[in-house]
């Protein structure tokens, strides 16, 4: 496409898309935007959009915590997996998509990605316990 | 002025189809050399008061449909359909200003409309929406020689969304079938 994808240098990366998470619970959640993945599981950012282009949330982490802003609304907690619960009902195994998104199998506990599909941008997660199970959906650009 | 033509378009123009180009630019971050920014086209239909479809398909396909009361968003590659009511889903986005009723009244419920300079060959409308949720920060509307030409929404954190029309068809027969969505069989349903 047009713009060229910068070549992701090992400590810090780039990936967007679009991501679609449900929640397997009664009733079930389900939660759908456009991702871009900056930095690394250590520290980075993870931007969500509407298809229009505006930012629906955008999550920053460090070792020292990490913080959700949406709107004038900010959020922090002590971990990435608590704020993310907070998000999307259930936590995003953000340090897994790092790997999975460069093809490699990367563990999160209980979620297993299929890469099968890795090479045409796309991979489906699925979380097997704790129960409720969960589906993650991505489509990027590889 | 930008505010003349606003008026003059919601009142006479009922219906169009076009085709859009839009460029969604994120705020450089320290470390990246330029700002990042992703360009996706497709086509853009609307029939007053508040049926619309915008039809992305590039980069991906996607396609948003307001049938008047529901708001349904499919994404083709996830395969999944998000169904909003219409009202809580459109309130202040940039959508409502080009699709919504027929006079300014009822858009001036959701934004403060005035006037802005003429530049880029256009005349301007500033939209500063009236929410104070920080998910809009301000919505241009660009009008050249009175047609509907460039949408430019800047949201709270500073990314820029230029939605630009070409091939404008004013007032042309729209099927009606355009602005109703049936989700596709086997397809993910959310009603959030």
Known sequence: CATSRPKASKDTSF??????????????????????????????????????GTVLASVHWSPQGAELRQGVQLTRRPSLDELTADLGGTPLPVAALFGWLQGQTADASGWNADLSRHSEGRVVARRLQPLPTAELRLVFQP | DGLQDLETFLREVKSAQASFTQVVTSPKREGEATARSKTSSGRFEFQRPGRFRFEYTKPFEQTIVADGQTLWLYDVDLNQVTARKQQDALGSTPAALIASGTDIKGLSEAFDLKAGAARDGMEWVDAQPKAKDGQLQSVKVGFRQGQLAVLEIVDGLGQRSVLSFAQWQGNVAVKPERFRFQP????????P
């Open chain 1, 15 to 52: 990936w967007s898309g679009r991501l679609a998470l449900t929640v397997h619970s009664e009733p079930p959640q389900s939660y759908s935007a456009g991702f871009e993945l900056r930095g690394a599981p250590a520290a980075g950012e993870l931007q969500l959009t509407s298809p229009l």
């Open chain 2, 184 to 191: 596709p069989a086997g397809a993910d349903v959310i009603r």
